[in-house]
């Protein structure tokens, strides 16, 4: 029962990391219909630049607001001039430049910062908590309760102002929420800061734990894109339990059956998705009229 428990708190903490940045991808998919494999890397400006800027003297609550406003920076310029100039281009295309972006990214931390893993303190410096025989640290306590508030603020920002409602109409009908007076291009380019703020604060929460450096984005966007397959790409309650769900399936498939197919999980997970139930475990077959 220890074991099982221990797995479970490890997958569960992994996981709310999945389904942050799988809630990214979602946003993104959702106002534009780009899936952005660079959402990696604003997990990992969120994690480097708080490390660095707490070394460098200052305080770490400014640190992380800082690193934030560093990956939203850097997600309005993805928009402003890599995807609203190819508006129009094919999926493929798009694509292909988020993963450009992707790679100019790793680059440019690996210059301004190092290639070294780094870690942030715990947010609670306690020892771990035993529950029933299975140890819970207190950081994934906190990893778990910032992915839940984390959701409610976008669900009550979505289903409550009048901004987020613009970017329901504009991830329901683009067309027809232009028609009304919705400026769609702002609206697009907010769901990349959004993404970028929610993957950077997923940083963060992670660092402590997890560690960070400059390629940490490359294998956490691909898992994150199975988790969001998995919910059900578009879905955003679906990219969070997909998440979770994934992170769940690592830990277990890691502790009983070997560490060796952690990674692999995530393909698997892909290829499973694909030829099953393409539209997701929560999302919805499409029907097209042509």
């Known amino acids: 029962m220890a074991e099982f428990l221990q797995f479970t708190f490890s997958g569960l903490t992994v996981g709310a990391i999945y389904a942050l940045v799988a809630l990214g991808f979602t946003l993104i998919y959702n106002a534009s219909d780009v899936i952005n494999f660079a959402q990696g890397e604003f997990v990992m400006l969120g994690g480097m630049v708080t490390v ?3 070394a460098a003297g200052i305080p770490l609550p400014l640190a992380a607001l800082l690193a934030i406003a560093v990956a ?42 190092d290639k070294n893993f780094h870690s942030l303190p715990p947010l609670i410096r306690s020892e ?28 009550s920002f979505l289903t409550r102002t009048m901004t987020g409602k613009a970017m329901l109409a504009t991830a329901s009908n683009r067309l027809a929420a232009r028609l009304v007076g919705i400026n769609t291009s702002a609206i697009v380019g907010l769901s990349f800061m959004v993404s970028a703020a929610i993957g950077a604060i997923g940083g963060i929460l992670a660092a402590p734990i997890t560690l960070t450096n400059y390629d940490v984005g490359t294998l956490l966007a691909l898992k994150a894109f199975a988790a969001a397959m998995l919910g059900g790409m578009g879905n955003p309650l ?28 995530a393909f698997i997970v892909i290829l499973f998705v694909l030829f099953v139930r393409p539209q997701g475990l929560f999302g919805k077959i499409g029907v097209e009229r042509v």
Do not use: C, N
């Open 52 to 54: 660095f800027a707490a």
């Open 72 to 113: 939203v920076t850097v997600g309005m310029l993805l928009h402003r001039l890599a995807i609203e100039p190819a508006r129009g281009a094919t999926a493929v295309t798009l694509i292909i430049i988020t993963i450009g972006a992707s790679i100019l990214l790793r680059g440019l931390a690996a210059t301004f910062f």
């Open 128 to 155: 771990p908590w035993m529950v029933g025989g299975a140890a819970l640290l207190p950081q994934s306590v906190v990893v778990l309760i910032g992915t839940a508030v984390i959701v409610a603020a976008l669900w």
């Open 238 to 265: 679906g990219a969070v339990a997909g998440g979770l769900l994934l992170g769940l399936l690592e830990a277990f498939g890691a502790g009983y059956l070997s560490s060796q197919y952690k990674d692999a999980i």
